[in-house]
């Protein structure tokens, strides 16, 4: 039972224009999201988080969007950049954290 | 920021020998620490969480006889793979929390050949 999903293995953008990454939930008992950046042979590491009480959190170049009723959260960056290129998991808590099965973003100069 | 650590980054054994990898929070008290296993191409999966001085709390699914975890310290977190298998092949990350499960912080991870 896959309770967080991101549906997209992979994704692509040309330097400067915008990458959306989304995630898809199903547990409407998650109160906390949050999406990671991970390297190969590298733990992951955090970018941005939002509450459930919140729909919108920015930081930066990366803004998370919270659709509770859709049960759908995304990820902006925003001008890309080729130091973007990871993979990108996003991940949901309550009581312990639940990860996706992340995407493969890949920004071209 | 804060910062864990993991030792080995890499270790290749033999079918049925065991495997201790170390888990390290180097600039914080870890209350409470968490171990993650990922497979090729696929989500990081928790696998068990524990809390200092206490017994580790496991995932459905996960054999606590075959991943023996302790946390001896509030910066020292181990998992032992006993009699490991090719099976067991996998990255494992750990990672840590002070402050409960919104402020974690992940290690390197592991990678785990078991031959």
């Known amino acids: 039972d896959q309770q967080v999903k991101q549906n997209s293995p992979s994704l692509s953008v040309q330097e400067g224009r915008i990458s959306i990454l989304n995630c898809d939930y199903t547990n409407s008992m998650f109160d906390y999201f949050l999406w990671y950046k991970k390297y190969p042979a590298e733990g992951p590491t955090f970018l941005i988080s939002?509450?459930?009480?919140?729909d919108k959190n920015e930081d930066g170049r990366f803004t998370v969007f919270l659709n509770k009723s859709a049960k759908h959260l995304s990820l902006h960056i925003v001008p890309s950049q080729p130091g973007d290129s990871a993979v990108y998991f996003c991940?949901?808590?309550?009581?312990?954290?639940?990860f996706g099965q992340g995407t493969i973003l890949t920004v071209h100069p | 920021g804060a910062v864990v650590s993991q030792h080995p980054s890499w270790v290749i054994c033999k079918s049925g020998t065991s495997v201790k990898i170390e888990c390290r929070s180097l600039d914080f008290q870890a209350t409470t620490m968490f171990w993650y296993r990922q497979f090729p191409k696929q989500s990081l999966m928790l696998m068990a969480t524990?809390?200092?001085?206490?017994?580790?709390?496991?995932e459905q699914g996960v054999e606590k006889d075959k991943f023996l975890i302790n946390h001896a310290s509030l910066t020292l977190s181990t998992l032992t793979v006993t009699s490991a298998h090719p099976e067991d092949s996998s990255f494992y990350i750990c990672?840590?929390?002070?402050?409960?499960?919104?402020?974690?912080?992940f290690g390197p991870g592991t990678r785990l050949t078991v031959t």
């Open positions: 991940a949901a808590s309550y009581g312990k954290l639940t």
């Open positions: 939002i509450s459930s009480i919140k």
């Open positions: 524990s809390n200092e001085g206490s017994k580790a709390t496991y």
């Open positions: 990672s840590a929390s002070d402050q409960g499960l919104t402020e974690q912080y």
